[in-house]
């Protein structure tokens, strides 16, 4: 499951994390300029266009458009959909839930971050999963430290969200990034024990949980080859954020609104 060669990590010295924190910033603000559009009637993809023309005036730009033949700047994953969601023609309708994932490059550096949405009135085993997926990030999170190793991030999540009742897709990881889109180390958010590399101050990466209401596993379109959707049709939550391992706490890059400022008394 994971390929644990410590050669291909990239150790950001300051310099580069604080580029990365500022396209981490950007993307993260940039939801949060998308945030009011987003409500029944409107496309996925005119707020892909909001995020593009957020990006653009702040001289910055998408990753994911062109990557690997991904035709859009945003990812937008509605309901069923568990990742990779291509903006299109699909109108918001209330009740819908749906995740934007975001990742800038500005000034060659690259921050990647998601979060959910809701439109009208949603049920309440939506809002639960919501709530769990959230969870699941911040039990992730917490894993982050010198001297860990980064199976255990996989192992606390999908021991809560299996004790919520939720899934935890495997088929998709988190992974490094900063100078590039996806670097090593992988980061599965399902695994069985404490395997992969030892966390060190200096790396940079994502997690990214996806939790599913019912199965765990995924099928992709072929009408686009892109989009992941649940097996069974049930609901998909995910959060992501981009963070860096410090000697002390977690430092959560994208996290413009401390919601995962974590006490240093936990460690």
């Not at 559009?37 to 005036?57: E, P, S």
């Not at 969200?161 to 996806?182: D, I, M, N, P, T």
């Amino acid at each position: 499951m994971f390929r644990d060669n410590k050669a291909k990590i990239i150790f950001k010295n300051e310099e580069q994390i604080e580029g990365i924190k500022q396209s981490s910033i950007l993307a993260a603000k940039t939801l949060k300029a998308v945030a009011p559009f987003v409500k029944a009637g409107v496309t996925t993809q005119y707020l892909n266009d909001v995020c593009k023309q957020f990006m653009y005036d702040n001289k910055a730009k998408s990753a994911t458009l062109g990557y690997h033949g991904y035709p859009k700047e945003t990812c937008i994953s509605v309901n069923d959909v568990i990742c990779h969601g291509i903006p299109g023609k699909y109108e918001l309708r209330d009740g819908d839930i749906l995740n934007i994932d975001v990742t800038t490059i500005l000034d060659s550096y690259f921050g990647d971050t998601s979060t959910m949405f809701t439109v009208g009135e949603v049920t309440d085993h939506a809002r639960k999963l919501i709530e769990a997926t959230k969870e699941c990030l911040n039990i992730g999170i917490r894993q982050c430290f010198e001297g860990n190793r980064v199976g255990l991030i996989g192992v606390e999540i999908e021991k809560y969200a299996r004790s919520q009742g939720y899934s935890v897709v495997y088929e998709f990881c988190g992974h490094g990034v900063g100078l590039k889109f996806h670097e090593e180390p992988e980061i599965n958010h399902s695994t069985p024990e404490d395997l992969g590399p030892v966390m060190k101050a200096g790396m940079i990466f994502t997690i990214e949980p996806m939790i599913n209401a019912g199965k765990a596993r995924s099928k992709v379109d072929k009408k686009d080859n892109w989009t992941a959707r649940t097996i069974d049709g049930k609901l998909s939550a995910q959060f992501e954020h981009t963070l860096c391992v410090t000697k002390t706490i977690p430092f959560v890059l994208s996290d413009i609104d401390n919601e995962f400022d974590i006490p240093s008394s936990v460690y």
